[in-house]
């Protein structure tokens, strides 16, 4: 998976549809609304975004996020918030956390 920085968009289509966004460039949610990105984020499918503070205050019902610290060269610390409880989404985690621990190298 490729960050989308100039095309702002991925589609990843798999087990499931993820649509990957990726913000740097814009700078609120008018923008982001006037390049008709919001259908893509309020469908029933997985949205990924980075630089998600650009438009966080906009956006309502976010079942989790996900952040990404750089700790070193070959290391990563990611966190997960759940802001409600749903437990597919839970499941959906573990079932993907298992299969990308299990990936050989």
């Known amino acids: ?17 993820i649509y990957h966004f990726d913000l740097y460039r814009l700078k609120n949610f008018d923008e982001f609304s006037l390049l008709s990105l919001t ?10 975004l980075e630089w998600y503070d650009k438009i966080e205050k906009s956006i309502k019902n976010v079942d989790i996020i996900i952040i990404f610290n750089i700790i070193n060269l070959h290391t990563r610390k990611i966190e997960f918030l759940f802001n409600n409880k749903n437990i597919k989404l839970y499941n959906l985690i573990k079932e993907v956390s298992y299969e990308f621990s299990n990936k050989k190298t």
């Open 1 to 17: 998976i490729t960050s989308p920085t100039f095309t702002l968009l991925n589609i990843y289509q798999g087990k499931y549809k």
């Open 39 to 48: 259908d893509y984020l309020f469908s029933n499918e997985i949205a990924v």
